[in-house]
């Protein structure tokens, strides 16, 4: 079975300055990994993934992620937030063999102030 | 079509009645999801389908909870005798082909749903 832990419900930030959402997860079995985002009042959206190859991943808004398989960590930075950035982002896997649906964690709200 | 399509986007419900969730997913997609999204809890996997094999039905938390998808397209889901705790949205998401893992999903706004 897959688990995924987001620590922090909350993320309260103020504009411009940098952010990281962390995630751990738990995995008998190779997995691949995601970041979903969730705007206000709007479903998910994928941000980023990560499948191979480089560990480091980027999404178009500056978001990036870098899959840290010693310590099973997926944790999300962007450098400079921006008040368009407050959203509810989740992370989660998907096995790569095997049934197939993805697992989240529970969130974490990031909330940009001016 | 252009997204995933869900029907209705809020549906208030006495206790006890049944309701149908309607999904319909992008044209093309073989793989059919449905997650359930309840307050402070995340998201939690329900059904999923595949072409025309027999669908993963694990996550479904009860067997007032039932599925089903009708020509390989448009999704149904049925909550009979619907309780208090039911209450959340429900989301469905279309994917490309399940051989294809790490795709990734397409989700609907989702089917709020009230129950009360």
């Known amino acids: 079975a897959q688990s995924v832990t987001q620590l922090d419900s909350q993320v309260p930030v103020f504009e411009e300055a940098p952010v990281e959402l962390r995630c751990n997860y738990s995995?008998?079995?190779?997995?691949?990994l995601f970041w979903y985002v969730q705007y206000p009042n709007q479903g998910l959206q994928l941000l980023l993934k990560?499948?191979?190859?480089?560990?480091l991943v980027e999404s178009i808004n500056g978001f990036e992620a870098e899959f840290n398989k010693s310590q099973t960590s997926f944790h999300l930075r962007k450098p400079s937030v921006h008040i368009s950035d407050t959203a509810e982002y989740f992370c989660?896997?998907?096995?790569?063999?095997?049934?197939?649906?993805?697992?989240f964690g529970s969130g974490t709200r990031l909330q940009v102030q001016p | 079509g252009a997204g995933v399509s869900q029907s209705p986007s809020n549906k208030v419900t006495e206790k006890g009645k049944d309701v149908e969730l309607r999904c319909d997913p992008i044209?093309?997609?073989?793989?059919l999801y449905w997650y359930r999204q309840s307050l402070g809890q995340g998201l939690e996997f329900l059904i999923y389908?595949?072409?025309?094999?027999?669908?993963?039905k694990s996550g479904l938390p009860s067997d007032r909870f039932s599925a089903e998808r009708t020509g390989g397209s448009v999704s149904t889901l049925t909550i009979q005798r619907t309780q208090q705790e039911d209450s959340a949205v429900y989301l469905c998401?279309?994917?490309?082909?399940?051989?294809?893992?790490?795709?990734?999903?397409?989700f609907g706004s989702g089917t709020r749903l009230t129950v009360v």
């Open positions: 990560y499948l191979s190859g480089s560990t």
């Open positions: 389908f595949q072409g025309n094999s027999a669908p993963d």
């Open positions: 044209s093309g997609h073989t793989a």
């Open positions: 989660a896997v998907e096995r790569n063999t095997g049934r197939r649906a993805l697992t």
């Open positions: 998401a279309s994917s490309l082909d399940s051989a294809d893992r790490g795709y990734g999903y397409t």
């Open positions: 995995s008998s079995v190779s997995v691949y």
